[in-house]
């Protein structure tokens, strides 16, 4: 996994998976609970996190690398590597080939999801996960769902600053 090379398995891993940027969805503005965008969320993200010793990794939609639909538009990989190019510590996965299911196995991780399926499937996998969109799922109170942008950070920095226990719960009991 070329991409995973580069973690420094010292220092905390925040993984943001990005959502389709132009699914439909997200033309109903509710479900842009604090950003304006699927791209202002993760620039926003990326901007409080590069302030901290830490790793990032955006792992990009597969659909959105697949679809040839949007070719007369920057992708989001592109949009992100223009916005941090100096960023040493981002780690962007554009490849829709990529195993989503390999970042579930890196140990120190804080997942973050905007509104998508794969907080069910980090919960099943016994990861948990801050939310900044509202979740068809929020309802479970599963996660992390913050109420606004400012408590969103704050979760963000609460987890920058503790020692999170991201190890398959299975993994715990051996």
Not at 7 to 29: M, Q, W
Not at 62 to 76: A, G, Q
Not at 102 to 109: E, G, Q
Not at 110 to 120: P, R
């Amino acid at each position: 996994m070329k991409y995973l090379e580069r973690l420094n398995h010292n220092l905390r891993t925040f993984i943001i998976y990005a959502n389709h940027p132009v699914e439909t969805r997200y033309y109903d503005h509710e479900n842009h609970i604090f950003f304006e965008s699927i791209f202002w969320w993760i620039k926003e993200t990326i901007n409080f996190l590069k302030e901290y010793k830490c790793n990032i990794i955006v792992k990009l939609h597969p659909s959105e690398l697949l679809d040839k639909s949007i070719l007369n538009r920057d992708k989001l990989d592109v949009l992100i590597s223009k916005e941090f190019k100096k960023l040493n510590n981002l780690i962007i996965i554009n490849d829709a080939n990529f195993d989503t299911y390999a970042l579930f196995k890196i140990y120190n991780s804080c997942n973050i999801i905007y509104d998508s399926d794969i907080g069910l499937e980090l919960i099943l996998n016994n990861q948990n996960f801050i939310s900044c969109g509202y979740t068809m799922y929020k309802h479970l109170k599963i996660g992390i769902n913050p109420e606004n942008k400012q408590k969103y950070f704050y979760e963000i920095e609460k987890n920058l600053k503790s020692r999170i226990e991201s190890i398959n719960l299975t993994e715990k009991k051996l």
